[in-house]
């Protein structure tokens, strides 16, 4: 059906009582090895390279996460934490993104699911923060765009928390285009609605900020109504998602609604859109804090990769106060 990536390295990234720790992807395998995997192959990431790292980050940022790790880790700050062997995990992280790249651009792969950690929206180009340390899905979108000529990559967040740093890597890129559903007000403070792109990249930064006790219904009406037609008339040549599952009602460190079937409804969607235009769909893991919504929702994702049945509708309503500004940009979009 698709592509796992893991690697040993992830639970090596030792955080302890940390929100996010090693017991997230623990609980995960546990759900999918349950399911017999889902059909999914699972395979090894390999190591981000230097220069893939350098696409979307300063050398200063990867030189001072190296050299930290080597010296035994700390607290870079308040909320982010590395140890020795967070290093690894980081470039692991990142290489497995890149793996899947490799694997659906020139092998033919459709579907590869990333369950890696440290995750990576919140890294910026120089700053490592919000428990990220590199930005994966910016590494995977920067290395399609370069080694494999995809020519415009789509990239949806809909981790509650707003991805300032894949916001922050692509703002002034129109090969690019990035799309956040996320809760206002919430760390980190950033994804205003006003927030899209700068220079060549304005209009392709869409920031869709909803507010607490958000629900299914929510989400699933601005994907289908506001974000599927935008992600259709730029027509990419592959469509990632950072997927965090904070959304969740169960989730710690949010207010949204979300349940399993409404990631589904998403996924679904996202998976559709990706057969019409037929495109390969990347899915690297970011947040999700409840142990058991977070495997509920991770399988429930993976499942409706490798099925055929149609996503809920969702209704327009919750969608309209973000149609007038998005179609300042996007003119065509009814």
Do not use: K
Not at 106 to 132: K, T
Not at 225 to 236: I, T
Not at 321 to 326: A, I, T
Request: glycine fraction near 10%; charge should be negative.
């Amino acid at each position: 059906m698709g592509l796992y990536l893991r690697h040993p390295s992830s639970f090596a990234h030792d955080t302890g009582p940390h929100p996010e720790n090693a017991e997230r992807l623990r609980a995960v395998e546990a759900a999918l090895d349950a399911e017999g995997w889902l059909g999914l192959e699972l395979v090894e990431a390999p190591l981000a390279t230097r220069d893939q790292l350098l696409r979307v980050h300063t050398p200063e940022h990867v030189d001072r996460i190296e050299e930290l790790c080597r010296a035994g880790g700390g607290m870079i700050d308040m909320d982010t934490i590395a140890v020795e062997a967070s290093y690894d995990a980081a470039l692991h992280a990142a290489g497995g993104a890149v793996g899947a790249v490799d694997a659906m651009l020139s092998d033919g792969e459709r579907v590869a699911f990333c369950g890696l950690r440290p995750p990576g929206h919140h890294a910026e180009s120089s700053r490592a923060m919000g428990f990220c340390l590199f930005n994966n899905v910016a590494v995977a979108a920067a290395h399609a765009l370069e080694d494999h000529g995809a020519g415009r990559v789509f990239v949806l967040d809909w981790d509650v928390h707003h991805g300032n740093g894949t916001d922050e890597i692509f703002s002034e890129s129109n090969r690019v285009l990035y799309a956040s559903i996320h809760q206002s007000p919430l760390y980190p403070g950033t994804g205003d609605a006003d927030d899209v792109g700068t220079g060549a990249g304005e209009g392709f930064t869409i920031n869709l900020p909803v507010p607490p006790g958000s629900g299914p219904d929510d989400f699933l009406s601005i994907v289908q109504h506001v974000v599927v037609p935008v992600a259709r008339e730029h027509r990419p040549g592959l469509i990632a998602i950072s997927a965090g599952y904070d959304a969740h009602r169960a989730d710690p460190l949010a207010q949204c609604m979300l349940d399993a079937a409404a990631y589904a409804d998403m996924t679904a969607t996202m998976r559709d859109l990706a057969s019409e235009l037929d495109v390969p769909l990347l899915v690297c893991l970011e947040g999700g804090y409840d142990l058991d919504a977070l495997a509920e929702s991770v399988t429930a994702t993976i499942a409706a990769l490798g099925d055929s049945r149609p996503p809920r509708e969702a209704p327009g309503a919750p969608a309209e106060r973000y149609l007038d500004r998005v179609r300042r940009d996007w003119p065509s979009i009814a």
